[in-house]
């Protein structure tokens, strides 16, 4: 490598090592102003609990009284993993103080949790999944993060958070953080997805992703097949379909961030529908579902319930629950040409 190809190289690498995650955010948001500054700092914040609780998830098979189940039951009648509960303290340390965020609403509060002194400087609701997939905590595979982000709309006296109960396309950012080999922020705030990779050396989220497009099919169907009996027919015939023809894998991990991740670069197609018992499917809307349909969307793909675009879901309450099928495009439209099928008889 010639000299000025080395200083050309160290120039590439010392750009993208500059390019943080609080620095993209603020030249996503196109200007310097008061609101660009408010959601590259929340965005920073994100990470900094992102980055606490990758330090924790790192060391849970070495600190005692770390791994297993608190022994209580959550809002959504789920056993309680101690990495849910430290994951979702960390979050409301990190946003105490910070003057962003009034209001917190996690899959592991039945109520949203207010920062009175935050409030109403603060202008935003953070929606947030601590550890999605914790079922996967005690056995070191991987699990992640699911935020979105809301404006604070007037001050909700009732504490009902009734102004949480509205459309996917309210939401003014969304992401993930993935716990896996690496630990990576995606983020988009409307304007394209992007991945940034944690440089431990630096402690620093450092982009590696621009622009993500996810392609417009992929070979791999993600779903838990030991529902199969559970689901309508048309879903039933899908599977039949994909199972008789070649080019398909099954690939599903019980963490829906590390299915969607893969899926966001490789293309594919996620699924957790309804079923007889639970027809509205078990992930949650405001904090799983709808976060993940905006990023994908985002990058050009598509998320559904079966009728309805995941988006345009208006839930009747904050824990509310709806099926799932999102990813490539053509690999929905697929799933979508079964579903209705069956419907029309
Ligand atoms: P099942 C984890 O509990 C989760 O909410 C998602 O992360 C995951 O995709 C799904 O549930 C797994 O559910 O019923 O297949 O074990």
Same mark, same amino acid.
Request: net charge negative.
């Given at each position: /490598? ?7 190289? #160290? ?21 310097? %102003? ?7 700092? &929340?965005?920073?914040?994100?990470? &900094?609990?992102?980055? /606490? ?9 070495? @600190? ?22 430290? $994951? ?20 592991? /509060? ?5 920062? +009175? ?12 999944? +601590?550890?999605?997939? %914790? ?17 604070? #709309? ?27 080999? %690496?630990? /990576? ?22 982009? %590696? ?5 996810? +392609? ?29 023809? +070649?080019?398909?894998? @099954? ?24 079923? #007889? ?8 809307? &405001? ?32 824990? $509310? ?17 079964? &579903? ?6």
């Amino acid at each position: /490598m010639s000299n000025i190809e080395l200083n050309q190289a #160290q120039e590439t690498t010392l750009s993208r090592d500059f390019t943080t995650l609080t620095r993209h955010v603020l030249s996503q948001s196109g200007d310097f %102003s008061a609101d660009a500054y408010d959601l590259s700092l &929340l965005m920073g914040r994100i990470a &900094l609990a992102g980055k /606490m609780i990758a330090r924790e998830l790192s060391q849970a098979g070495l @600190a005692a009284d770390a791994l297993g189940v608190t022994g209580e039951i959550n809002v959504q009648g789920e056993a309680v993993k101690k990495m849910d509960q430290y $994951a979702n303290r960390v979050f409301i340390r990190a946003f105490e103080q910070s003057g962003l965020v009034c209001r917190l609403a996690s899959e592991e /509060m039945e109520k949203p949790y207010y920062i +009175p002194e935050n409030c109403p400087i603060g202008r935003y609701t953070l929606l947030f999944d +601590p550890i999605d997939g %914790s079922g996967n905590i005690d056995t070191n595979l991987a699990v992640g993060t699911i935020f979105s982000i809301r404006q604070q #709309q007037g001050i909700d006296e009732t504490g009902e958070a009734l102004d949480l109960l509205q459309s996917g396309h309210q939401q003014v950012g969304a992401g993930y953080v993935l716990y896996g080999s %690496s630990t /990576m922020f995606v983020y988009s705030i409307g304007k394209g997805v992007h991945a940034f990779t944690l440089d431990p050396s630096l402690g620093e989220f450092i982009l %590696s992703s621009e622009n993500i497009r996810i +392609p417009d099919h992929g070979s791999t169907y993600s779903i838990n097949e030991g529902n199969f009996w559970q689901w309508d027919e048309g879903m039933r015939e899908y599977i039949r379909h994909v199972h008789k023809q +070649p080019g398909y894998s @099954a690939r599903y991990s019980g963490a829906l961030v590390a299915d969607i991740h893969r899926i966001l670069f490789q293309g594919g197609v996620f699924l957790y529908p309804g079923s #007889q018992g639970h027809p509205d499917g078990k992930l949650r809307l &405001l904090y799983e579902s709808a976060p993940l349909a905006y990023l994908i969307t985002q990058a050009g793909g598509k998320a559904t319930t079966g009728t309805e675009a995941i988006l345009d879901v208006i839930p009747d309450r904050l824990h $509310a629950r709806t099926p799932l099928i999102i990813g490539s495009t053509k690999d929905v439209d697929l799933v979508l040409s079964f &579903l209705q099928t069956r419907a029309n008889g």
